[in-house]
Antibody, heavy 120, light 107 residues
Framework: EVQLVESGGGLVQPGGSLRLSCAASGFTFSDKTMSWVRQAPGKGLEWLAY????????YYADSVKGRFTASRDNDKNSLFLQIHTLRDEDTAVYFC?????????????WGRGTLVTVSS | DIQMTQSPSSLSASEGDRVTITCRAS??????LSWYQQRPGKAPKLLIYAASRLQSGVPSRFSGDGSGTDFALTISSLQPEDFATYYC?????????FGQGTNLEIK
């Protein structure tokens, strides 16, 4: 079965750090460009980061640049998002996405998400 | 950054109705636009990519149109499972940006 499964979410204090993981299975992970998207409670979708198929090219949303670090390990079929200096406004469900199209950004594969709650 | 303005933000309709949701980009994105459907508590699902191409497995009552700055998603005859929230996304250039979403409700 083709799937993405996120993990690593939870309750974190403001100022803390967290590393989210996304495990891919059922397809050739190294063929897909990947992204992270989040959704705050009751809000819309926010794109966060893009990681090329090799991991050599990474782009970020301005809102998270400098605090978030995306990466991937194709040998382990995994995508990662390191988050530093967590703020209340980082509370959201974080989704891992894959794009199998030649043009990156058409997200045909989504994980179910992992909830990050920032609170003291 | 490219801004995506989606309208309406909410829409009430009945089963069998034809509805259209629009997205306007702040600059030309040619046809680098996709549409997603999100049901409550679920991950979004790709419906349309490259502005007008139907994703495999998506019913043909969904269609997309547009290029440049103006785009539309049309559902030709609403079915019960179509009541959900819809988002557009531009992937012309990073940062990719979503529209604000359209909540499609049962009238």
């Amino acid at each position: 079965e083709v799937q993405l499964v996120e993990s690593g979410g939870g309750l974190v204090q403001p100022g803390g750090s967290l590393r989210l993981s996304c495990a891919a299975s059922g397809f050739t992970f190294s063929d897909k460009t990947m992204s992270w998207v989040r959704q705050a409670p009751g809000k819309g979708l926010e794109w966060l980061a893009y990681v090329s198929a090799t991991g050599g090219t990474i782009y970020y949303a301005d809102s998270v640049k400098g605090r978030f670090t995306a990466s991937r390990d194709n040998d382990k079929n995994s995508l990662f998002l390191q988050i530093h200096t967590l703020r209340d406004e980082d509370t959201a469900v974080y989704f891992c996405l894959g794009s199998g199209y030649s043009r990156a950004g058409y997200f045909d594969l989504w994980g179910r998400g992992t909830l990050v709650t920032v609170s003291s | 950054d490219i801004q995506m303005t989606q309208s309406p933000s909410s829409l009430s309709a009945s089963e069998g109705d034809r509805v259209t949701i629009t997205c306007r980009a702040s600059q030309s994105i040619t046809t680098y636009l996709s549409w997603y459907q999100q049901r409550p508590g679920k991950a979004p699902k790709l419906l349309i990519y490259a502005a007008s191409r139907l994703q495999s497995g998506v019913p043909s009552r969904f269609s997309g149109d547009g290029s440049g700055t103006d785009f539309a998603l049309t559902i030709s005859s609403l079915q019960p499972e179509d009541f959900a929230t819809y988002y557009c996304l531009q992937n012309s250039r990073t940062p990719y940006t979503f529209g604000q979403g359209t909540n499609l409700e049962i009238k």
